[in-house]
């Protein structure tokens, strides 16, 4: 007979429309499943929204879940879906958005060169990310952000184990080019300070 | 200078996205709005209206109040018996309006 998993009770209570175990277990997973969906999407408003959506489903879905095993994957793959619902909606429409943020951000202030050398890898990489498809970003975030195995993300994507497989490799590849990119283009400023 | 070879890759990875995303919580009012989508009400709103119940009941005890009532008010004389009304309670919690009408 297999343990009762420590979210069981929790879950059978939810399955009774207690609405105080939704709250625990919202205190429990808000920061992990909103930390994805941020990294995800890179919109707080949107992110917090969906946060909100996925406990809703939580809670009217609750005699779906399976009390005897952790809530996190079905949480997990509730809120990518969603993204992907966001994604196929609007991304075309906060593309042009972010665009024109970004043109009309002021620069910011400078740096001591350390801190401003990191904020640059930093950026790179997020760039590099941010032109990945949803999917590929999503397989990124969930693999070193959330530490997750390529079988626990193929149950939150729905996709075959083999996919996620390809997805992460080609996510790697095209950030490998990507901050390859970068390093050729400091070179000549590289240069310049030694002549 | 970082080579990316597969390690270093998935560090700066691994790196660029904690280091950005380690501190980020979800605004309070996330758990309000979910509760009010779900019954209708905040916990702040049934806390407030706990608050205000009790408050009543504290204001109106049950069986004194309603004798106290129901007993004339003095500065209305000119009429013999006055329904339990505001006029009761603004009575009893203000002493000097009392006196202040009496004269």
Redesign the interface.
């Known amino acids: 007979m297999s343990e009762l998993h420590p979210d069981g009770p929790l879950v059978r209570r939810l399955q009774n429309g207690d609405l105080e175990a939704l709250g625990e277990l919202y205190e429990k997973y808000k920061t992990p499943v909103y930390r994805t969906v941020l990294a995800i999407t890179r919109d707080q408003e949107l992110a917090e929204d969906i946060l909100q959506e996925t406990f809703i489903r939580v809670y009217l879905n609750a005699g779906k879940i399976d009390d005897g095993v952790s809530l996190m994957p079905w949480l997990y793959r509730v809120a990518v879906n969603l993204c992907y619902t966001w994604s196929s909606r609007v991304r075309r429409l906060l593309n042009v958005l972010q665009q024109a943020i970004e043109q009309l951000s002021p620069v910011p202030a400078r740096h001591p060169e350390a801190i401003a050398e990191e904020l640059e890898w930093q950026q790179t990489v997020w760039q590099a990310l941010d032109s990945l498809s949803v999917d590929h970003r999503t397989v990124v975030v969930l693999h070193y952000l959330e530490g997750l195995s390529l079988k626990e993300i193929a149950y939150i994507t729905g996709t075959p184990e083999g996919t996620v497989k390809s997805r992460l490799h080609y996510a790697r590849e095209y950030l490998r080019k990507a901050l390859a990119d970068r390093q050729h283009r400091l070179l000549p400023e590289v240069a310049y300070d030694f002549t | 200078?970082?080579s990316?070879s597969g390690d270093d890759?998935?560090t700066?990875?691994?790196w660029?996205?904690?280091?950005?995303?380690r501190h980020?919580?979800?605004?309070p009012?996330?758990?309000g709005?979910?509760?009010l989508?779900?019954?209708g009400c905040t916990a702040r709103g049934k806390g407030i209206w706990r608050s205000l119940t009790r408050r009543m009941r504290g204001f109106f005890p049950p069986e004194e109040a309603l004798g106290r009532m129901k007993h004339p008010v003095m500065f209305n004389g000119w009429l013999s018996y006055t329904h339990p009304s505001l006029a009761c309670l603004v009575e009893q919690y203000m002493t000097i309006l009392r006196i202040g009408w009496a004269t």
């Open positions: 200078m970082i990316h890759l998935d700066l990875i691994r660029a996205l904690s280091r950005q995303l980020v919580r979800p605004s009012e996330v758990w709005k979910i509760e989508r779900l019954t």
